[in-house]
């Protein structure tokens, strides 16, 4: 069978975002998904209205569930909503260090909306930092995360935190004609990467490129191919996107 990627996420109603993203891109990878569903949001592809968390017991049952019956061999988290989520996950990773873990420290939709009390859950996400194969954190992510608003310095804290390698997304920037990302081990940028900015806003282009990642790490990539691999096939899924509404976020197209 396809090595496996287990994912803790939200499920997203658009199926622009979520598990349906981390399902598709996955599958696109060459991995196979499995699926620990952190909550059911109410949501369209514009705006988040609310959500309800998935208890930490039912989270963790749904993980142990597949433990031992698919391939496991990368975990990827997004959306995890709450404290108890945050902490059932890391008891879940501790108790399986041989699993890499792509974590994308989901704390608002890129729609607008919130995923749970950011100030609670950034607390909460030092526990996972060191337990992380890589981050995948946007700059406002970045930023959220440490508190510090250069980029360099923020980056530099996410390592004092005890980050291994960490993928910072500059989706979010003031460079009008592009994009840059940058690849940063063990301290160190390795690779950076620029790519013509598209029109629009996008629904679930984080997901979908951090799990792209977990795919290729599964299936032997090293991070920085697997990384090369996501942006290539990302850019590519984005200049497809389709729009529900005039002017509004598109969805990707991730076949």
């Not at 990368?74 to 990773?93: P, Q, R």
């Not at 790490?217 to 290539?232: P, S």
């Not at 590519?236 to 005039?246: D, F, I, R, W, Y």
Request: charged share 20%; with cysteine.
């Amino acid at each position: 069978m396809r090595p496996t990627v287990l994912c803790f996420s939200g499920l997203d109603p658009s199926g622009g975002a979520g598990l349906q993203a981390d399902i598709e891109a996955i599958g696109q990878s060459g991995a196979h998904a499995a699926i620990a569903c952190t909550a059911l949001t109410i949501q369209n592809s514009q705006q988040v209205f609310d959500f309800e968390a998935t208890s930490k017991e039912l989270l963790l049952a749904q993980a142990h569930a597949v433990v031992g019956d698919l391939p496991i061999k990368c975990v990827k988290s997004g959306m995890l909503g709450t404290t108890d989520n945050i902490a059932a996950l890391a008891e879940f990773l501790r108790e399986h260090p041989e699993y890499l873990y792509v974590l994308d420290p989901v704390l608002v939709a890129n729609s607008g909306g919130s995923l749970g009390d950011q100030a609670t859950l950034v607390k909460a996400f030092v526990e996972l930092i060191p337990l992380a194969t890589v981050l995948t954190p946007n700059t406002v992510e970045l930023r959220a995360l440490t508190g510090i608003e250069d980029i360099d310095q923020a980056t530099a804290r996410l390592f004092a935190m005890g980050a291994k390698a960490i993928l910072v997304k500059g989706g979010h920037e003031d460079t009008p004609d592009y994009i840059r990302n940058a690849l940063f081990i063990n301290g160190e940028m390795v690779s950076e990467t620029r790519c013509p900015r598209l029109e629009g806003e996008y629904h679930g282009s984080g997901c979908s490129l951090a799990s792209f990642i977990a795919g290729r790490l599964a299936q032997g990539d090293d991070l920085k191919q697997a990384v090369n691999h996501a942006e290539t096939w990302l850019f590519g899924v984005l200049k497809k996107a389709e729009s529900p509404v005039p002017n509004g976020q598109k969805i990707p197209k991730r076949f």
